[in-house]
C-alpha cells in the first residue's frame, strides 16, 4: 500500500474506534448483552488500528532514507570544496544558500565565460557544465569585475569624465603646494 493509501485507513480506523468506544459508552448505560458485542467490536477496531499504525510506519520507513552520518560529512565535505573552488569563480557577493551545486557550477561559469554559459542553453547537460567547472577551475580562472563602458552610455561618461576631473584637481593641487 502507498503511504496515502495508509494514512487514510489509519484515520478511517480511528473514526470507526472512536466511533465504537461511543456506542459501548452508551451501550453500558442501558444493555449489559450489547456491551458484549460493543466491546468486541471495540477490540477489533483497535487490532485493525494497530495494524495498520505498523503498515503505516514500513512505508513510512521505507521512503524516509535513513541518515547516515557518514554520509552527511561525505557531502558536506563536498559542498565545502565546491564553495572553495567556485569561490574564486564569482563575485563577492555571491550567495551560495539555496543554490544546488550545479547553480553554483553554473554561475561560476556564466561569471567567467558568459559566452560559454550562454552556450549551454535553457537545460545544459550535467555532464558539460562539469567539464566546463572543471577546465576553468584546473585553469585557476578568476572572476574579473566587468569593466564599466566608458564610451557610448551617458551615465558612465559622466561618472568617468567625474573620476578624470577629481584626478585633475589632485594633480592641480599637488603641484600647487610645490
Known sequence: MKFEELKKALDEM???AEKAERELADAKASDGSAIAKLEADLKAANDAL???KVKLGEALAKQTPAL????IEIAVAERVALQDAARGMLPA??????KSSAQVKLDAIAACRPEL???FGDKPDAALVEGAFRALQDAKTVYVKPKPALA???DNRTEYQKHIDSLAEQNRKA???K
Open 14 to 16: 480511528t473514526k470507526r
Open 152 to 154: 557610448g552610455d551617458a
Open 175 to 177: 603641484l600647487e603646494a
Open 50 to 52: 494497530a495494524e495498520t
Open 68 to 71: 547516515d552520518s557518514n554520509a
Open 93 to 98: 557577493d555571491y550567495v551560495f544558500a539555496g
Open 117 to 119: 554559459a550562454k552556450s
